[in-house]
T-cell receptor, first 115, second 110 residues
Framework: GAGVSQSPRYKVAKRGQDVALRCDPI?????LFWYQQALGQGPEFLTY????????KSGLPSDRFFAERPEGSVSTLKIQRTQQEDSAVYLC?????????????FGPGTRLTVT | DAKTTQPTSMDCAEGRAANLPCNHS???????VYWYRQIHSQGPQYIIH???NNETNEMASLIITEDRKSSTLILPHATLRDTAVYYC???????????FGKGTRLSVIA
């Protein structure tokens, strides 16, 4: 079956532009996570949804970052007025969301470069 | 979630067992030990997890010490495709945000 997909795979933005990154989770997965991975570092948590509810957005680095999942399936991470420090790989993961579920399935990521 | 400590890097000869250690001395009684790996240019991939008992699946084995303060991930016959960064994570539930740390970069050498 299809895994988690993300688009675009690569995005180059000029400083100050707005960008939107899309995540298609595995069908039926209730939980969806966004992570940011800077070069040479491990992924860092940004935000988390259960269905359409955003349960935790404590990892979003500034109010320029906004995420949504309006119908509890596809999610979009939007970054307004991009800055050079936003350059990173943005990873999306989904899981079944049950109390007993243990595995998060990751997409390939979107590499964002801000010039 | 408890902090974990891993060596920065390790080498392993192809075909040999790779033993990756992890310290988690402050782990609490109901925190699991999870292992993920990330192959270059890919998203992280779940490997295995355990609470107290040793665990084995088709990818690896996980050995947790009796006091649960450390664990070892074992890849029994490492291949070149196992070259990746391996992350040891302590957490209460797999359905919560993962805290990755820096991980161990494993290089499998032909």
């Amino acid at each position: 079956g299809a895994g988690v997909s993300q688009s675009p795979r690569y995005k180059v933005a000029k400083r100050g532009q707005d960008v939107a990154l899309r995540c298609d989770p595995i069908s039926g997965h209730v939980s969806l996570f966004w992570y940011q991975q800077a070069l040479g570092q491990g992924p860092e948590f940004l935000t988390y949804f259960q269905n359409e509810a955003q349960l935790d957005k404590s990892g979003l680095p500034s109010d320029r970052f906004f995420a949504e999942r309006p119908e509890g399936s596809v999610s979009t991470l939007k970054i307004q007025r991009t800055q050079q420090e936003d350059s990173a790989v943005y990873l999306c993961a989904s899981s079944l969301g049950r109390r007993s579920s243990y595995e998060q399935y990751f997409g390939p990521g979107t590499r964002l470069t801000v010039t | 979630d408890a902090k974990t400590t891993q060596p920065t890097s390790m080498d392993c000869a192809e075909g040999r067992a790779a033993n990756l250690p992890c310290n988690h001395s402050t782990i609490s009684g109901n925190e699991y030990v999870y292992w993920y790996r990330q192959i270059h240019s890919q998203g992280p991939q779940y490997i295995i997890h355990g609470l107290k008992n040793n665990e084995t699946n088709e990818m690896a084995s996980l050995i947790i010490t009796e006091d649960r303060k450390s664990s070892t991930l074992i890849l029994p016959h490492a291949t070149l495709r196992d070259t990746a960064v391996y992350y040891c994570i302590a957490l209460y539930s797999g359905n919560t945000p993962l805290v990755f740390g820096k991980g161990t970069r494993l290089s499998v050498i032909a």
